[in-house]
């Protein structure tokens, strides 16, 4: 149980287009998931904090109206990569907190290129 | 603030050999702390925790220990298998932010050959 899957696993796009980033509970109800980046051989930074019917909390530094986050259902969390850039190439990965005893459970992560 | 320094990868072993992956924390007052792995392809799994100083997590025949003296939370395996070739992060819940934000350390690859 506690499954967390997130789609695409890799894409592909061209500058100035937008990719959305799917981020679902299989299993449980999440009011609240998490969105990380991670750059080459960096940690992973925790970018939002997705919170279903609600406005989602950035970290200072995230652009909110480049990363788009909408947790419209207690299963579904999307981020939206608006006009990207190639430096908005990076891996991002999402997580919920299923409830006690599971601990942190996180998406197998999106490997974004944008060229 | 809040961070935490794992040593730079990538490591690469020989099967049966001896792990260690160095965890070393900076945080206010007395977090959480753990280390998830990834395997290729695959999400970010908890490996093992430790909430308390002096606690030993262990896991899959690795442990690592809570130790506030050092602030580290070094990962250790006595013999590692093809098998645990993946990506290793620590990471810490800051106590006093709430439990909710996990901050990672960099990751180190580990690739073990046969």
């Known amino acids: 149980g506690a499954v967390v899957s997130q789609h695409p696993s890799r894409v592909i796009c061209k500058s100035g287009t937008s990719v959305k980033i799917e981020c679902r509970s299989l299993?449980?109800?999440?009011?609240?998931m998490f969105w990380y980046r991670q750059f080459p051989k960096k940690s992973l930074m925790l970018m939002a904090t997705s919170n279903e019917g609600s406005k989602a909390t950035y970290e200072q530094g995230v652009e909110k109206d480049k990363f788009l986050i909408n947790h419209a259902s207690l299963t579904l969390s999307t981020l939206t990569v608006t006009s990207a850039h190639p430096e908005d190439s990076s891996f991002y990965i999402c997580?919920?907190?299923?409830?006690?005893?599971?601990?942190?459970?996180f998406g197998s992560g999106t490997r974004l290129t944008v060229v | 603030g809040n961070s935490v320094t794992q040593m730079e990868g990538p490591v690469t072993l020989s099967e049966e050999a001896f792990l260690t992956i160095n965890c070393t924390y900076t945080?206010?007052?007395?977090?959480?702390l753990f280390w998830y792995v990834q395997y290729p392809g695959e999400g970010l799994q908890l490996l093992l925790k430790a909430t308390k100083a002096d606690d030993k997590g262990s896991n899959k025949g690795f442990e690592a220990t809570y130790r506030k003296e050092t602030t580290s939370f070094h990962l250790e395996k006595g013999s590692v298998q093809v098998s645990d070739s993946a990506v290793y992060f620590c990471a810490l819940t800051p106590i006093i932010q709430g439990a909710q934000k996990l901050v990672f350390g960099q990751g180190t690859r580990l690739t073990i050959n046969p």
């Open positions: 945080a206010t007052g007395y977090p959480s």
């Open positions: 299993d449980f109800q999440a009011t609240t």
């Open positions: 997580s919920a907190l299923p409830g006690q005893g599971y601990g942190y459970t």
